[in-house]
């Protein structure tokens, strides 16, 4: 497989694929949750936005991380939450609701803060701006594209085929996972003579800042005096990254494929302290 194939064709369906099928787990009265609750909400979403990227330069400084890997894991930062998120906040018994709003206005929220803040921590990183650069405008309208585009499709085929859809979301989003899965074989495969090398560093560095952000947002949460299920809920969203979106911004965008090695060990170890969570909880009400 080409690597123009995948970063210009292949990740670019990907992305799209998964936010649509996003979209069509989501309706209009999701988001009412952003007007009974807006101080949850707002507060998870400067989390996700500034909270989480400031996070990993803790990381990127405990682990002495070089340049280029430390601004892959500035990317994944970035990114939106996970849709798998609002799965596994159902599974740990979260506040669902909330997960659902906060995944879906970060991810209409990220097409404008990832130049921002991404080209912002490149300067920071030292990094050569001349080949790490996002343009403001080129990448808004990218990432509108296979983002927000898809979701807004799939909200709107939900709210007109409401049944339909109920019925075929379980099959889309089994797709979605092959999909996703074949697509982090891929980028692996890109990058396999990369990965040896940093594998070790990038899997210490992935699973830091998963459990880092997971026990932040469980603390602000508690210290906001949310209820527990909110608390379940903060910590699964700062930790399940739209991997995804990472990797494409990485390759496609920046045309930097050994950028999306960090975004693709997140994207399998952020599993480990998420499930984790998902078998504690199941256990504890099992024994209640």
């Not at 996003?22 to 988001?31: A, K, V, Y």
């Not at 996002?134 to 807004?152: A, C, D, E, G, R």
């Not at 891929?186 to 560093?201: C, G, K, T, Y």
Request: contains cysteine; aromatic residues 8%.
């Amino acid at each position: 497989m080409s690597q123009a194939l995948l970063a210009h064709v292949i990740l670019p369906i990907t992305l799209a694929i998964m936010m649509l099928g996003m979209g069509l787990s989501l309706r209009w009265r999701d988001f009412t949750h952003l007007i009974r609750k807006p101080q949850a909400v707002l507060v998870g979403v400067a989390l996700q936005l500034i909270g989480l990227p400031l996070l990993a330069w803790s990381v990127i400084s405990i682990w002495q991380l070089p340049p280029m890997l430390a601004a892959g894991l500035v990317i994944l930062a970035a990114a939106p939450g996970g849709a798998t998120s609002n799965i596994i906040s159902y599974l740990s018994k979260g506040d669902v609701a909330l997960s659902v709003s906060l995944t879906a206005i970060v991810s209409l929220c990220v097409p404008f803060s990832i130049p921002v803040l991404v080209n912002l921590q490149f300067a920071w990183l030292g990094l050569d701006t001349a080949q790490f650069y996002l343009p403001l405008l080129p990448t808004i309208m990218q990432l509108l594209l296979v983002t927000v585009v898809p979701i807004l499709l799939g909200m709107s085929l939900n709210h007109y085929f409401h049944k339909t859809c109920q019925r075929l979301l379980p099959y889309f989003q089994q797709l979605i996972l092959v999909v996703f899965i074949l697509l982090v074989i891929a980028l692996a495969w890109v990058n396999w003579a990369r990965l040896p090398a940093v594998f070790s560093q990038v899997s210490a560095a992935s699973l830091s800042l998963c459990v880092l952000a997971m026990l932040l947002g469980a603390v602000v949460a508690k210290v906001l005096s949310l209820s527990a299920a909110a608390q379940r809920t903060y910590a699964i969203e700062l930790g399940i990254q739209n991997a995804g979106t990472a990797m494409m911004v990485a390759v496609s965008l920046l045309g930097k494929p050994e950028l999306a090695i960090v975004p693709l060990f997140y994207g399998i170890a952020m599993n480990i302290p998420a499930f984790t969570l998902v078998f504690f909880m199941r256990r504890q009400t099992a024994h209640a």
